[in-house]
């Protein structure tokens, strides 16, 4: 009779154990999210300048402009997400509906990615970011030089603790104006890699002031630039979302 109690014991304490690993396992998962496009909009035309001036003079003039990058491109906006307690075919148990949370948004171009191995990426994956996008690691905005810095908060990728000021990084602007970076600003922006793919990684917000400087001010959970192909005659590159909440 003893036995059988051991027994029974030795199994319910080995069961519960496993249990308890899988909910560990499970606290913070990486999900492709669903994007819905709310609006798109681009840089307005620019009229010319124009001089007329004297006849047989010789005139030293600057020209200034501000052009749109296109091997670049951004994505802003909110999240929500809804917590669930799913079954293999999805059917739900029960269903948290999130107002406030924490994470990260992951945008990489690839749609599977090997999240045990993601760790910061290297000075090397960024030119081999450029390389294979088109675009050259000296010119200011490559992915190079724009993630420069090393100046942002810690994250946790799944069980993966990544320290601050570890990652190459930058922020996105608030209210159009360009922020110093520091690790407690808002829209920070870090490049992981997975050993083969990058990640444009961003922090989850909530309700923060965005890159718009209209009254009120437009309010994001995220916001982040990713690279374009740097040839014009390319087509756009797909990316991929994911979301990772806490």
Not at 16 to 43: M, W
Not at 107 to 136: F, M, P, Q, Y
Not at 193 to 202: C, I, V
Request: proline content about 2%; hydrophobic content about 35%; aromatic content about 12%.
């Amino acid at each position: 009779m003893l036995n059988k109690q051991n027994n029974l014991f030795i199994h319910f304490f080995i069961g519960l154990t496993i249990l308890l690993f899988s909910i560990s396992l499970a606290s913070a998962q990486q999900t492709g999210a669903t994007v819905t496009n709310i609006s798109h909009t681009t840089k307005g035309t620019v009229q010319p300048d124009s001089r007329n001036d004297s006849k047989g003079t010789i005139n030293t003039v600057i020209l200034t402009a501000t052009q749109q990058d296109m091997k670049w491109k951004a994505y802003v906006g909110n999240v929500s997400s809804t917590f669930v307690l799913d079954d293999a075919n999805d059917y739900s148990i029960y269903r948290w509906n999130m107002d406030s949370f924490a994470g990260q948004v992951y945008i990489t171009r690839n749609n599977s990615i090997t999240w045990g191995s993601v760790d910061c990426a290297t000075a090397g994956n960024k030119v081999t970011e450029d390389s294979s996008i088109g675009h050259l690691s000296v010119s200011a905005d490559s992915v190079n030089r724009t993630f420069a810095s090393q100046i942002h908060r810690n994250l946790t990728v799944g069980s993966k603790f990544i320290a601050n000021d570890t990652c190459y990084s930058t922020a996105t602007w608030q209210n159009s104006t360009q922020p110093t970076l520091t690790k407690t600003i808002p829209f920070q922006e870090i490049l992981l890699w997975d050993g083969s793919h990058m990640a444009y990684t961003t922090f989850v917000e909530n309700d923060k002031a965005g890159y718009r400087n209209d009254t009120p001010s437009t309010t994001y959970d995220f916001q982040a630039i990713v690279p374009d192909d740097g040839q014009a005659s390319s087509s756009p590159l797909r990316y991929y979302f994911y979301l990772e909440l806490s």
